[in-house]
């Protein structure tokens, strides 16, 4: 009978361990899926629509509001580099588009 509570027990301490150890595999992935996202080509359909370049100073369009760019957009998820706009691409933080919208 004292087989159960060592197995109860050591149970315990690695379901502890396991559950301890998920923030860390969250972490490793996310940095992971940062690390995989390509940079947006700028001979891309929806990138050539929007008007997007790598650098902000470098837009002719007259939508282009001066200070706007890529970093301070409601779109751009700092984390990843990643636009919500072109998914499964990263974006430059200087770059910008016409979908540019100030971050709240």
């Known amino acids: ?3 159960k509570p060592t197995n109860r027990r050591r149970f315990l ?5 396991a559950l301890s150890s998920v923030p860390l595999v969250a972490e490793l992935l996310r ?3 940062h690390a995989a996202l390509p940079m947006l080509p700028l001979d891309n359909a929806q990138a050539k629509a929007l008007q997007y ?8 369009s007259p939508a282009f ?3 706007s760019n890529c970093a301070n957009c409601q779109l ?4 990843t580099g990643a636009c ?12 910008w588009c016409a979908a540019w919208a100030l971050k709240q």
């Open 31 to 33: 940095q992971n899926a």
């Open 13 to 17: 301490v690695q379901s502890a361990v």
């Open 53 to 60: 370049v790598e650098d902000a100073k470098e837009t002719t």
């Open 65 to 67: 509001k001066e200070g």
């Open 1 to 3: 009978m004292s087989a």
């Open 76 to 79: 751009f998820v700092a984390d």
């Open 84 to 95: 919500n706009i072109f998914p499964g691409f990263a974006v430059t933080p200087e770059g």
